[in-house]
């Protein structure tokens, strides 16, 4: 399994600033993917970050408000920007290896 | 539309019960089921699984996938306070995509 750090841990912000969220693996890996869970739901895939490329966003979410860098082949960053109430939700990065999807510790937001 | 369905949404057993979760799926393109613990943050890897029939075990977790009826099942015997968690259901559908199901909360009471 893939060794994936997360941070920061959890943070509480204010409506309208911008917090970046930085994933680390612990082995090379071609795609990195960024899911939400808002509080009570599953999780949902934002976007997948592919090395040296744009980052490919699922409906309903876009660059604007989750810009995503991956400059290299074990480092990705997720931006939420102009955060509201609603962006309060846990973020995960994620993996795959050997056929299964492994997660970092995930990034507690709570926007006030 | 990709759909993963789990019941119960949750469930309270008490220690030693033995609990079944479900979890139905209606997906255009299968590539295979994965299930997961989540206890705070991020969910932990339980078991994939690709076959239909094919029975996966670790300890007192086991799961079997039926592929026919679109189905999969979560076992747990012998419940401990320490299986008290969201438990997840996804399915592979494309491209490393997963589709997540709601979960099912089981809280085991001592």
């Known amino acids: 399994s893939a060794v994936i750090s997360q941070k920061p841990s959890r943070d509480i912000c204010q409506r309208g600033t911008s917090l970046t969220i930085q994933c680390q693996v612990d082995s090379q890996v071609t795609m990195m993917f960024w899911y939400r869970q808002q509080p009570g739901q599953s999780l949902t895939l934002i976007a997948t970050a592919n090395q040296g490329s744009e980052a490919t966003y699922e409906s309903g979410f876009v660059i604007d408000k989750f810009p995503i860098s991956r400059p290299n082949l074990t480092f990705s960053t997720l931006t939420v920007s102009n955060m509201s109430p609603e962006d309060s939700s846990i973020y995960l990065c994620?993996?795959?290896?050997?056929?299964?999807?492994?997660f970092g510790s995930g990034t507690q937001l709570s926007v006030l | 539309e990709d759909k993963v369905v789990q019941s119960p949404l949750s469930l309270v057993v008490h220690e030693g019960d033995t609990v079944t979760l479900n979890c139905s799926y209606e997906v255009t393109n299968f590539r295979s089921l994965l299930w997961y613990k989540q206890e705070k943050k991020a969910p932990t890897f339980l078991f994939m699984l690709?076959?239909?029939?094919i029975e996966k075990k670790s300890g007192r977790l086991s799961s079997i996938l039926d592929k026919k009826e679109l189905f999969s099942i979560l076992n747990i015997t012998a419940t401990q306070t320490g299986d008290s968690a969201i438990y997840l259901c996804?399915?592979?559908?494309?491209?490393?995509?997963?589709?997540f199901g709601a979960g099912t909360i089981l809280r085991v009471k001592s």
């Open positions: 994620s993996v795959w290896t050997n056929e299964k999807l492994f």
């Open positions: 690709t076959s239909s029939g």
């Open positions: 996804a399915v592979d559908v494309y491209g490393n995509k997963l589709v």
